[in-house]
């Protein structure tokens, strides 16, 4: 789950409002930050390891210069956590193309082997993002054959389309194309989010841009104009144009989890609001809580994302609703940071007990999910060194029992706490005294219910059911081994565990 931003603008350079948008969207991802803007005649690039408040100074506004630029925030769901994998990546020709992606590809192997086979081309790092660049620029190149090079637009969508018939996976895109402009596209199956925006130039025409998330919008001015549709493709010209291409038929298929999660509260991801659903998720959590007939003192969220879930179930349960658990805002969210290690190091940096709220009461912890269990096993212990007599847990997901394959960073079985464990067993691994989880019909209806003609989700880390070719036991099996799924396992064994160490080229989107 990375954060990607492309803005077009007539008048003015683009680099401060892509590092104010990038700012909005980091919570997509913490490892990487890198922006590269065009001025008509050269690109112009910085990437780095970092923040983007870290990565980025007032000085590079003198650098990175054009009207047309985009950015990326990186979060490795596997390989490389070097800076050499930042996005943007380049390719020179044909035209020169520079790619940022959000998702993962699930047939990397396949098309690394016709890219630097077929087609003779060197690749630099291990990441799919890199491979997806390649196999879009062999498609125009071939569209160029095909069609000549007087229309490059024409060819341009000519070679989404190719590639959106020999890639498979999720992939979001936005492109910088050295002569012709930006470019965004989407998988068929609209697996991660993406938005373009509209904001008048000064009487002189329109800007553009596209995101991932529509929060990146609005702190420049931008109105959101929709969702690109599954399997689209849209190309704002160096004139500021807008052309639009339906580049293969396409059935929306989000991912659920962008809605538990991924997204910002004041996010609107494919007309649904990640707030309202999030609220209605508890609803139908309250109604477990209620029947439950436990002894409750007073609800507790695990900040920040399970809040408006823990409000609403406090607020139809009636039971009192405390902030007990005190966040530390300068320390990063510990699901995306890379390395198991840091990740538990990173706990009780992050969050802190208030006693006072917690003594002798019993409490109920609401998390937006579970998915290795280090993080709520420890809030558990500290709930309980704080004094709470009792500790229960519910999680407005359900069991995160299978691998995403699609960019977000649960990438094995291995790691997954819920894997061929009962709720109790969970339970007792947690040390927590009664362990909910959200049905997945509940879930599905609470993201549904904002946009009824979504008629499907992808809930593949759920109900292990993947949406799109490629993800085969084979793949599975040699994503368990992948590098640095391998590096987590060493600083994590499991007795008696035993990997492939076949290689799968790893998502940096």
Not at 190 to 203: C, E, K, N, T
Not at 369 to 380: A, C, F, L, P, Q
Not at 468 to 484: D, K, M, N, W
Request: aromatic letters at 8%; glycine letters at 10%; hydrophobic letters at 40%.
């Amino acid at each position: 789950m990375c954060g990607i931003l492309g803005i077009a603008n007539r008048n003015h350079d683009v680099f401060g409002e892509i590092y104010d948008g990038l700012l909005m969207l980091q919570h997509r991802g913490q490892d990487a930050s890198g922006v590269v803007t065009y001025t008509g005649g050269y690109f112009r690039e910085r990437k780095a390891n970092g923040l983007v408040k870290d990565v980025f100074q007032p000085s590079d506004a003198d650098t990175l210069t054009g009207r047309v630029g985009m950015g990326h925030v990186r979060y490795p769901t596997a390989g490389s956590l070097s800076a050499s994998e930042a996005q943007p990546f380049f390719v020179n020709a044909p035209y020169g193309i520079y790619l940022v992606h959000n998702g993962n590809i699930t047939n990397t192997e396949a098309q690394r082997e016709k890219v630097t086979g077929k087609y003779s081309r060197h690749l630099r790092t291990t990441s799919d993002s890199e491979i997806l660049l390649n196999v879009l620029a062999d498609k125009v190149a071939d569209a160029i054959k095909v069609n000549g090079s007087a229309d490059a637009i024409r060819n341009i969508f000519a070679g989404v389309k190719m590639t959106m018939e020999r890639v498979q996976g999720a992939y979001s895109v936005v492109c910088l194309i050295a002569g012709v402009g930006m470019l965004a596209f989407r998988d068929p199956h609209g697996i991660r989010p993406l938005s373009v925006a509209r904001r008048d130039a000064d009487g002189d025409g329109d800007d553009y841009a596209f995101a991932s998330e529509d929060v990146a919008f609005g702190i420049n001015g931008f109105d959101k104009m929709r969702d690109l549709k599954p399997g689209e493709a849209m190309l704002v010209d160096l004139n500021g144009n807008l052309h639009e291409f339906q580049a293969v038929e396409g059935k929306l298929t989000p991912c659920i989890f962008e809605y538990v999660y991924l997204a910002r509260p004041d996010s609107v991801l494919d007309g649904v609001s990640v707030y309202q659903a999030q609220i209605r998720m508890g609803k139908t959590l309250a109604k477990q809580i209620s029947a439950s007939g436990l002894d409750i003192d007073a609800i507790i969220p695990v900040p920040d994302s399970a809040r408006p879930v823990a409000l609403e179930v406090a607020n139809i349960t009636g039971i009192r609703y405390r902030e007990a658990l005190v966040k530390n805002r300068y320390v990063g969210r510990t699901f995306i940071m890379p390395g198991q290690e840091e990740r538990q190091k990173s706990v009780r940096r992050k969050l802190n007990a208030i006693p006072r709220e917690m003594a002798g009461r019993n409490i109920l912890l609401i998390d937006d999910s579970i998915v290795r269990g280090n993080t709520i096993k420890k809030i558990v212990q500290m709930c309980r060194e704080a004094g709470a007599k009792k500790v229960y847990i519910a999680s407005a997901s359900p069991p995160v029992a299978n691998p995403n394959v699609y960019g977000i960073d649960m990438p094995t079985k291995h790691e997954l706490i819920a894997n061929g464990k009962t709720t109790d067993e969970i339970r007792e691994e947690l040390g927590a005294d009664a362990l909910f989880y959200q049905d997945l019909e509940d879930l599905i209806w609470a993201a549904k219910e904002g946009n009824p003609e979504i008629e499907r989700f992808d809930c593949s880390c759920f109900d292990g059911k993947y949406i799109t070719g490629g993800v085969t036991p084979e793949y599975l099996a040699a994503l368990e081994g992948s590098s640095r799924v391998s590096k987590k396992i060493e600083e994590a064994p499991t007795p008696g565990a035993s990997w492939n160490s076949a290689s799968v080229a790893p998502s940096q989107g």
